[in-house]
Structure formats: structure tokens, C-alpha cells
């Protein structure tokens, strides 16, 4: 048989695979690597919004205290506070 020959189908020449199909695919393990995904991409995201260490927040609200303290010194008026 010659794998040119018109009186055969496209099939019968590639025994074993058919074109056209992708792989088997295992839905239970796709849905738990998927899942996986998710939570993973969660969890960057808490880190990047929320990884602060203790020594970064105390040197931040050092940093606000400071700007707070200059704004309030440059009063012309003295007052503490932003009423009026």
C-alpha cells in the first residue's frame, strides 16, 4: 500500500493518531493545577500588598511622623489641628 494512494483515507495511513485531536487530558488534574494556579497567584499578590516586614512599616510610619511634624512646625498661624 502506498501511503499516497488515494483509495485509503487519511486515517488509515497514520495508524494510531488521528489529526485533528489534541491530547487526553485528565479534567480532575487539570482542575487541581489550575486551582494550584489561582492560589498561587493569590498569594503573590497578598505578598506584594501586604510583605512588609516590621522594621519596613516602623521606618515608614517614622517617615509619616516626620512629614507630619514639618508640615505642622511650618504653620504660619500655630495651630495643632485642621480645624477651624
Do not use: C, W
Amino acid at each position: 500500500m502506498l501511503l499516497t494512494d488515494p483509495r485509503y483515507p487519511l486515517h488509515s495511513r497514520h495508524r494510531g493518531s488521528v489529526h485533528g485531536m489534541g491530547d487526553i487530558v485528565n479534567l480532575r488534574q487539570a482542575r487541581k493545577a489550575k486551582a494550584r494556579a489561582d492560589r498561587e497567584r493569590q498569594a503573590h499578590g497578598n505578598r506584594v500588598k501586604f510583605g512588609r516586614t516590621k522594621a519596613e512599616r516602623q521606618i515608614e510610619a517614622a517617615e509619616e511622623e516626620r512629614k507630619k511634624r514639618l508640615i505642622d512646625g511650618a504653620r504660619r498661624d500655630g495651630r495643632d489641628d485642621d480645624t477651624k
